[in-house]
């Protein structure tokens, strides 16, 4: 259960960081840093359903319990 929250709160950063540099979009360190940001909530939201599914596969680096 801890995997799923974790990937919870990646993607609650994801969309926060968003937020907070909306105004920054057009910048190429925005595109940059965004893109590398959502390849890790797109890790860890798949490493989360691997784990749900074929439960004690830990992709994240620790035991979710």
């Keep these: 259960m801890a ?3 974790f990937a919870i ?3 609650v950063f ?3 960081f968003e937020v907070l540099f909306s105004d ?4 190429t ?6 893109r590398v940001v959502a390849c890790a909530v797109l890790y860890t939201a798949v490493a989360s359903m691997l784990w749900f599914y074929f439960n004690g ?9």
Excluded: E, S
């Design 3 to 5: 995997n799923v929250f």
């Design 9 to 11: 709160a990646a993607y």
């Design 14 to 16: 994801m969309r926060a």
């Design 24 to 27: 920054q979009k057009g910048r």
């Design 29 to 34: 360190w925005y595109r940059r840093t965004i």
């Design 57 to 65: 596969l830990h992709l994240l680096g620790f035991d979710p319990k």
